[in-house]
């Protein structure tokens, strides 16, 4: 089967530090590079250009809504979504060129992640990922945590791992942690989703064991464990800013 072309779509906003990276990793195998940029003012436009990236402004609508803009003006059938963040392994580009050589629509990576020096051997290293499809087959749904909907479920697994350099910092995991709390407990509130005291006290502990214990965070020992405390606050601060602004609101209707 002749070889079909592919257009890798990334997202950004002010990601000098990564988008080379990330276009490096690629460039070899890329038909197509289309970067979808919703207001950089640092130098990640120049860089993407630099490397031949075809790059559209579009004003931020959502993650979901953000990639599907992103697929819908690819020039090739075949697209994969990439974040400015991560990088194709070289076992990973091989497996690619396999795909593309093959008659299926749906790709399956796995992702790792780069934490504090190297690479986790035991949590955030085996994630599944539909990042790899026939425009016309899968499309992005929902909010701050999308998913992929596809038509059907026949699919390939792409050997190699996609690398993810998620982290510049402590803070700056926490700074974004907090971020995507506020953000998940806003779209909580605007669907009127009700709080309870139980969601607030116990859920956070349940992710602390899921992480530590389930998926094995403690046998990558000091990190494992700042991983598992981060997934305990985040789900902890959700639930907090969803009873202030459930608060906010009942306040508004007494006035």
Known sequence: MQRRKISFVILTKNEEK????????????????????????DKTIDIAKS??????FNEWIGYAAQKNFGISKAKNDIVFILDADEE??????NSLK???SSDYEIGIITRRTFYMGDFLKHIWNDEKLIRVFKKDVCKYS??????????????????????????KSLKDQFERT?????TSADIMCKN????????????????FFKFFILKA???EGIKGFIIAFSGMFYVFMKYAFLYECQKSKEKELWK
């Open 18 to 41: 990564n988008i080379k990276r990330a276009i490096e990793s690629i460039k070899d195998v890329a038909d197509e590079i289309l970067v979808i940029d919703s207001g950089s003012t």
């Open 51 to 56: 490397y031949g990236a075809n790059v559209i």
């Open 88 to 93: 194709l392994s070289d076992e990973l580009k």
């Open 98 to 100: 396999d795909f593309l």
């Open 142 to 167: 929902g909010d701050l945590h999308e998913k992929v909907i596809c038509n059907h479920n026949k699919y390939y697994e792409l050997k190699g791992y996609l690398n993810h350099y998620s982290f």
């Open 178 to 182: 907090l971020k995507y709390a506020q």
């Open 192 to 207: 009127n989703k009700p709080f309870h005291i139980y969601n607030l006290i116990l859920n956070p502990f349940w992710i």
């Open 217 to 219: 965070g403690y046998k």
